[in-house]
């Protein structure tokens, strides 16, 4: 049981409203993936799967432990699982989980257990590199990984796709049209061997903003499903799906000259009420954001953060806020306050996200 006072609220509507915004950018036909990996963004996949589920062909999880988590909740979709592991083979296949194969070794182990369960058909999936250099085979290798194929029926290529390295930035849009071009390229390779033709899918949540007209078989949406586009003018057009909050544990009448929290970092140089909060780093709040560069909402006041944050809990300077302890706290509630703590955090809203603490308690708002 989780009774942690600072609570993440999810807004099932906001989630349904940014896939609806996606799937207007799309043709009838082509099939819509929904990015769940690492807790749904932060969030809590299982839920967000339980919301969306009748809306969407594919989930997509980074680790097989994600996909059984999904499984293991009654989701019956498919699940694509994008990095998995040799030792993880045995347990993906037992929950029904589909494999990205993207290098030989692991393509190899997958084929050989099929080989020896015997599997019939089991649906994998075929990553080619087409230039982000992370994961996947390169287009040269398809003469090798068709040979393989056509000496088993114990697997079915169920898609073929790959992955943009800069959709969001207009100005490398040759480097993307190439990648683009690249993967169709590859993909005629292999339906022309192969013998039947898998689902391909290449655009991510900006690929589908900017390149819409690649948009094959499938497209795959994760951070915008979580209320971010790629520009500001897409962003206002999703909603917010994240808010956080917590409440005021102990307020403080500090005197001047003295000081707020480790090292001493915040000095008064007037007579300042300080509120405590029970968030701190561990919850996913950064030192970063202490010394003023942050800020919470107390009744729709902006309160900064002083001194460190600490591990549980900061400080914030309530003097001119009306408040009392057990007043509720916004850490953050739109995506615009997400973004300035990731500016000030020099990082991407992405990581403010997937850095909240599994401990602060998730509720669903429907």
């Known amino acids: ?3 942690h006072v600072t609570v993440l609220e999810i807004d099932s509507n906001g989630l349904l409203h940014n896939l609806n915004y996606f799937k207007q950018k799309l043709q009838p036909t082509t099939k ?57 083979i045995p347990l993906l296949v037992q929950h029904g989980l589909e494999p990205n194969l993207y290098s030989f070794k692991i393509f190899d182990a997958f084929l050989k ?23 996947g085979f390169w ?27 800069a959709s969001e930035d207009l100005s490398e ?42 948009q094959f078989d499938m497209v795959r949406v994760g951070v915008g499903l979580y209320g971010f586009g790629n520009s500001e003018q897409e962003t206002a057009q999703l909603k ?10 102990q307020i403080h009448i500090i005197q001047p000259g003295e000081t707020v929290g480790y090292n001493r970092a915040f000095v008064a140089s007037k007579e300042t009420k300080s509120a405590t909060i029970p968030i701190g780093h561990a919850d996913g709040i950064s030192r970063r954001l202490g010394k003023k560069n942050g800020f919470v909402f107390i009744n729709n ?26 007043d509720e706290v916004i850490v953050f509630n739109h995506q615009q306050h997400i973004e300035y703590m990731a500016h000030k955090c020099e990082t991407i809203p992405y990581e403010i996200l997937t850095g909240l603490s599994q401990r602060i308690k998730r509720l669903v708002k429907r």
Do not use: W
């Open 113 to 135: 257990y099929a080989d020896e369960a015997p599997l019939m058909n089991y649906p994998v999936h075929i990553k080619f590199n087409t230039g982000l250099n992370r994961l």
């Open 301 to 326: 006041q902006p309160a900064p953060i002083i001194g460190n944050v600490c591990m549980d809990m900061i400080m914030v300077d309530v003097t001119k806020i009306d408040c009392k302890e057990g």
């Open 173 to 214: 849009q040759e480097f993307t049209v190439n990648q683009i071009n690249n993967f169709a390229y590859t993909v005629k390779q292999m339906y022309e061997h192969l013998g039947y033709e898998p689902m391909i899918h290449i655009l991510n949540t900006s690929g589908v903003v900017n390149y819409t007209k690649a």
């Open 32 to 88: 819509f993936l929904a990015v769940v990996k690492a807790f749904g963004y932060g969030s809590e996949a299982v839920e967000v799967a339980k919301i969306v589920q009748e809306k969407v062909d594919y989930f997509a999880v980074a680790y097989t432990d994600e996909g059984i988590a999904l499984r293991e909740a009654g989701i019956k979709t498919p699940i694509l699982v994008l990095h998995p592991q040799i030792p993880n």
């Open 139 to 165: 287009h040269t290798d398809v003469p090798t990984i068709i040979a393989e194929l056509k000496q088993s029926n114990n697997v079915k290529v169920q898609s073929i796709f790959s992955h943009l390295a």
């Open 240 to 249: 917010n799906t994240h808010t956080l909050k917590s409440i005021i544990s």
């Open 1 to 3: 049981m989780n009774n």
